[in-house]
């Protein structure tokens, strides 16, 4: 089972450059926000419509380094996430993640 993680690319190239990824949430709220695949779409239209300059990290949870959980988040969904840093070799794609013109977004094809 993976899990995915939308970001800025600037966000995932300052990661490569420290060595291990982490997001503003993991300071304001202890943990990174992921989706699973299903979620991804619903989760990039509500937080992040019409946005460019994203990419989605494709996360195996097996290789984390750091605890994660699937805990009930907006609406009492599941969703999984992240408490720690994201080591690198945890990721194992990262593609772009670009809204359609009308600013939706869908699962991207090479991930699937």
Request: charge should be negative; aromatic fraction near 14%.
């Amino acid at each position: 089972m993976l899990f995915y993680h939308i970001t800025q690319e600037s966000e995932w190239l300052a990661a490569v450059d420290q060595g291990y990824y982490t997001a503003p949430t993991s300071a304001s709220e202890g943990f990174i926000h992921c989706s699973f695949r299903n979620q991804v779409a619903d989760t990039a239209g509500r937080y992040y419509a019409g946005m460019h300059g994203l990419v989605l990290l494709e996360i195996d949870p097996e290789a984390l380094a750091c605890r994660w959980v699937v805990e009930p988040s907006t609406g009492e969904e599941l969703f999984p996430h992240v408490y720690g840093r994201i080591n690198l070799d945890a990721v194992r794609r990262v593609v772009p993640f670009i809204p359609h013109p009308d600013g939706k977004f869908i699962f991207p094809a090479e991930l699937e």
